[in-house]
């Protein structure tokens, strides 16, 4: 539970010190009389808060004010509602402070008289709850609203740091404490993926007039790729104790990479530029090479938002990609690609199981490389590759006719994609190239 306020006589506009713009008008929160220049004036001096962080002196006097008078508390429904109406009423900063202030980080106001916080301890469903909240288009965009409004280039939160009064990072340090309570078995470990997708939508293929800086582009890469976070960061130690566990956990790889595909598409300039390494290294090649069902289900998605966001170096996208599939069409290639994928620490009777199950996915290795192979034909913006991706499959289906289906249906997807109506109309635009190939192999025309 939390106290009740306390009822105080005060003037409308200056309930939230934070330039607060309201719902539905920006200039509900000017007085009458008073222009957009003297309200900007008006805003208080520069000054960093922790999240969470209330003035001591301010509650101590609230705190002798209410001294002798009946308190009123609230339960965690009941504050998740209350934080609801807050937002949609007044989605300032200040006001997405105050609210995470109480629902993340209660243990701050531990020693405020006359408080008790709704959780004792910080919990990770009231981290998500709020960052819920915090996600959503007339929180995320509202300092481009207010650019808009006054038509000013001026930071309208006076001499404010941008970063200190960033939703976006506001809600990144939401879900990065919400995954240091939380546990491997906990539903809530390494929460907040969508979540990052969704803020990065909103900023960066919304109706934002600025792009993600630098420092909420490293923010969103943390979020979404956490093994990679720097030394320098309080969550170093423990993600490097999770290591193993974050590399077998198969729901949140597959999760982790669907996010950071979205993410991916999304990105502009800075994000585009922080995710290109980490995406192609860390999501692309290592999804292509992954031994789990789940995550190589996804892992063409990926492939596709690399060759389209990458259609400037097509030619390298595809030849790194090639060399992280498997060479199904060579034997003696694919038993040692699926040799590599196995760890050399693990002792000989867990290394042998893990042999065996290379050997039961066996049929899902081929079904996937073709897909991603047809994937690449249709996809790439260059016709030479697409039509090297195109004989790749009609070579392979010469070679396994047991894999004859999937290369068909492969090759009706890379037709589809490329625009054509029909497999008919792909392959008499492309037969020159074709029975060049062919000739090459020194078959007869009628195999």
């Known amino acids: 539970v939390?106290?009740?306020?306390?009822?105080?006589?005060?003037?409308?506009?200056?309930?939230?010190?934070?330039?607060?713009?309201?719902?539905?008008?920006?200039?509900?929160?000017?007085?009458?009389?008073?222009?957009?220049r003297e309200r900007v004036?008006?805003?208080?001096?520069?000054?960093?808060?922790?999240?969470?962080?209330?003035?001591?002196?301010?509650a101590k006097k609230d705190s002798s004010k209410s001294n002798g008078s009946m308190h009123?508390?609230?339960?965690?429904?009941?504050?998740?509602?209350?934080?609801?109406?807050?937002?949609?009423?007044?989605?300032?900063?200040?006001?997405?402070?105050l609210i995470a202030g109480h629902l993340v980080w209660p243990d701050e106001y531990d020693g405020e008289a006359g408080y008790v916080p709704i959780s004792k301890s910080p919990d990770p469903y009231c981290a998500m709850v709020c960052v819920s909240l915090f996600c959503q288009k007339s929180?995320?965009?509202?300092?481009?609203?207010?650019?808009?409004?006054?038509?000013?280039?001026?930071?309208?939160?006076?001499?404010?740091?941008?970063?200190?009064?960033s939703a976006?990072?506001?809600?990144?340090?939401?879900?990065?404490?919400?995954?240091?309570?939380?546990?491997p078995s906990s539903k809530y470990f390494m929460c907040g993926l969508g979540i990052a997708a969704s803020l990065v939508e909103i900023r960066e293929y919304g109706d934002c007039c600025r792009p993600i800086n630098p420092t909420e582009s490293k923010a969103i890469l943390d979020v979404l790729y956490p093994e990679g976070i720097e030394t320098d960061n309080e969550d170093y130690r423990t993600m490097r104790q999770w290591k193993k566990i974050?590399?077998?956990?198969?729901?949140?790889?597959?999760?982790?990479?669907?996010?950071?595909?979205?993410?991916?598409?999304?990105?502009?300039?800075?994000?585009?530029?922080?995710?290109?390494?980490?995406?192609?290294?860390?999501?692309?090649?290592?999804?292509?090479?992954?031994?789990?069902?789940?995550?190589?289900?996804?892992a063409p998605d990926a492939v596709g938002a690399a060759l389209d966001l990458f259609s400037d170096s097509t030619p390298i996208v595809v030849s790194e990609l090639e060399r992280s599939l498997p060479k199904i069409y060579n034997p003696k290639k694919f038993e040692k690609w699926r040799e590599s994928l196995s760890d050399p620490r693990l002792p000989d009777n867990l290394t042998e199981q893990d042999l065996v199950a290379m050997d039961d996915a066996?049929?899902?290795?081929?079904?996937?490389?073709?897909?991603?192979?047809?994937?690449?034909?249709?996809?790439?913006?260059?016709?030479?590759?697409?039509?090297?991706?195109?004989?790749?499959l009609i070579e392979l289906a010469h070679r396994s006719p047991a894999l004859s289906l999937l290369c068909l249906r492969a090759l009706k997807r890379a037709s589809f994609l490329l625009g054509y109506n029909k497999l008919n109309d792909l392959f008499d635009e492309t037969m020159p190239h074709l029975l060049v190939k062919w000739l090459e192999t020194r078959r007869s025309l009628h195999d």
């Open 362 to 392: 066996v049929t899902s290795f081929e079904f996937h490389y073709i897909e991603s192979i047809g994937l690449m034909a249709g996809a790439s913006k260059d016709a030479s590759i697409s039509r090297d991706m195109i004989w790749k």
């Open 139 to 165: 929180v995320v965009l509202r300092r481009d609203r207010l650019l808009l409004t006054f038509s000013t280039t001026t930071d309208v939160d006076g001499a404010r740091d941008e970063d200190q009064t």
């Open 2 to 36: 939390i106290q009740a306020p306390i009822q105080r006589t005060t003037n409308s506009y200056v309930v939230f010190d934070d330039d607060s713009d309201g719902m539905m008008d920006d200039d509900d929160d000017m007085p009458s009389g008073r222009s957009s």
């Open 168 to 183: 976006l990072i506001l809600c990144a340090d939401i879900i990065f404490q919400a995954r240091r309570h939380s546990t």
């Open 72 to 97: 009123t508390y609230i339960d965690a429904r009941s504050a998740f509602s209350c934080a609801s109406l807050m937002v949609l009423l007044q989605p300032s900063f200040q006001c997405l402070e």
């Open 246 to 298: 974050l590399k077998l956990k198969s729901s949140y790889n597959a999760e982790k990479l669907r996010c950071a595909t979205l993410a991916f598409l999304f990105a502009k300039t800075n994000l585009h530029e922080a995710m290109d390494e980490s995406f192609s290294t860390h999501f692309v090649k290592a999804s292509l090479r992954n031994a789990d069902e789940n995550i190589r289900e996804l």
């Open 41 to 58: 004036q008006h805003l208080p001096p520069s000054k960093r808060r922790r999240v969470g962080q209330i003035s001591s002196r301010n």
